[in-house]
């Protein structure tokens, strides 16, 4: 049996991990964390494109998740002013839409599908280098540890180890101007925001949120940042000292986003947010890239992790039909390479209006309700929550 090192253990990995043996090739997943972290950390847009590539294997992530339904996001101004709303995902056949839920959570579901299907995950194997045999590859760890397959899947993110292996020149991945700051905040006395996401173009910053129907409240905090910043920087914000400086920016702005700042439980985190606009090379060899190893997109569509799950179910399609490993990875990259470009390109634009100076703001809030009407309808974003997989139907090389 064919089998296929796969170079992290995040939702890619996972669910490359699950098509594969699907597609009837041996997964080995190795993840360079020691342990998983299932209970911290950010929540994520799982779109519905994203929920029905899972399906294609098998998956029913709605089952095993406690996820928030969010078919709907509503716009408005830092004034308070509704500016219009959007569709977030098209509604699948039995009703599913897409979902907001902890990244901790949805690794730790695909984890245990992983697990249950006899699937081998190692922690703690970094990846340090690989080396091609005329029978396979061979991935050496930063343990001293090996392992050796008949071909390699880097879903090792958007500071893939796997891509700088690769292709040595790749692009490095490229900042946004966008600092991502969220957390969790309870007892805000805010009514539940039943299907839908709350959008707020701020003075200052962007901000968005959603209340559960426990009240529980999931929010994010978008800010301009003209330079890269620096991580250790970051590391030494405390969650009171974020708490201060969000509250600043956002004084002149609706009374909602204070209220939830006020009522924060945990921590917050911070990340300068990236993005891989085109990278040349997506194989060599018996080695590929998926996810955001290849194409990273910025959160603002709300697409990354549904892209990493469909590269995952294509690239599986692609070397259950294929003749050879080749003409499989030259197959992928001619049937996904469009779609995600497009994606990266589409979530950039969004992430460029999030910010804008007090000009700006007047053309953005009389013009966005006009152009959310005729360019924003569920028709216009058809081609990226549409898209279907169909696991039965052979790949064409």
Known sequence: MTTALIIGGGIGGLTMALALRCAGIEPLVHEAYDRPDDYVGSF?????????????????????????????MVLSSGSGKRLGEVANGTRLPDGS?????????LQRA????VRASGIPLVFGKRLDTY?????????RFTDGTEASGDLLVGADGIHSRTRALLHPDAPAPRFTGLLSVGGYSEGTGLAPTTDTQ?????????????????????????????????????AAMTTDRWRRHLAALFADDTPVIGRVLDHLVGEIGAYPVYDIPTSPVWHRGPAALIGDAVHATSPSAGQGASMAIEDAVVLAQCLRDAPDTTTAYTTYERLRRPRVEKVVAYSRTLS???????V??????????????????PASHAWMYDHHIDWDRPVAA
């Open 198 to 234: 709350h959008l707020v173009f701020g003075k200052r910053a962007f901000f968005g949120y959603l209340v559960r129907e426990s009240g529980e409240t999931y929010w994010f905090a978008n800010l301009h940042r003209p330079d890269e910043p620096d991580r250790r920087d970051l």
């Open 131 to 139: 080396r091609t045999l005329p029978t396979g590859v061979v991935a």
């Open 110 to 113: 695909l984890r245990a599908q």
């Open 352 to 358: 460029n209006s999030k910010t804008a100076g007090p």
């Open 44 to 72: 994520l847009n799982t779109a519905s494109n994203g929920l029905d590539a899972l399906r294609a294997i098998g998956v029913d992530l709605t089952r095993h998740v406690d996820g928030v339904p969010i078919p709907r």
């Open 97 to 105: 839409v897409s979902v907001c839920v902890r990244r901790g959570e």
């Open 360 to 377: 700006a703001r007047v053309l953005r809030d009389l013009m966005m309700p006009v152009a959310l009407r005729y360019f924003a309808n």
